[in-house]
């Protein structure tokens, strides 16, 4: 079982960054890999990244070279730095490890 906290949220103009964290407890975490997805009011929940234990990473084409997505084992903690963020990235954001979610955090990009 893992528990995983996400933060880092807030309201950003568009064309700003943000990063948002997720940070789990339990001993899998080094080893499994992590996903972000994000939600907008009134779609689906839809996948934005992973990245395994050793690194490799994949994106969405939605967010591809305006997001990075890494991780810090000894911290057992992931990050989502999101640059040139556009109105259309305003979601809920939450990361997934095997089948555990976080609560999420709210990430509002203003026109």
């Known amino acids: 079982q893992v528990q995983l906290v996400e933060s880092g949220g807030g309201l950003v103009q568009a064309g700003g960054s943000l990063r948002v964290s997720c940070a789990a407890s339990?001993?899998?975490?080094?080893?499994?890999?992590l996903h972000w997805y994000r939600q907008a009011p009134g779609k689906q929940r839809e996948w934005v990244a992973y990245?395994?234990?050793?690194?490799?990473?994949n994106y969405a084409d939605s967010v591809k070279g305006r997001f990075t997505i890494s991780r810090d084992n000894t911290k057992n903690t992931a990050y989502l730095q999101m640059n040139s963020l556009k109105p259309e990235d305003t979601a809920v954001y939450y990361c997934r490890v095997v089948d555990n979610w976080g609560q999420g955090t709210q990430v509002t990009v203003s026109s």
């Open positions: 339990g001993s899998i975490f080094s080893i499994t890999v």
């Open positions: 990245i395994t234990s050793d690194g490799r990473t």
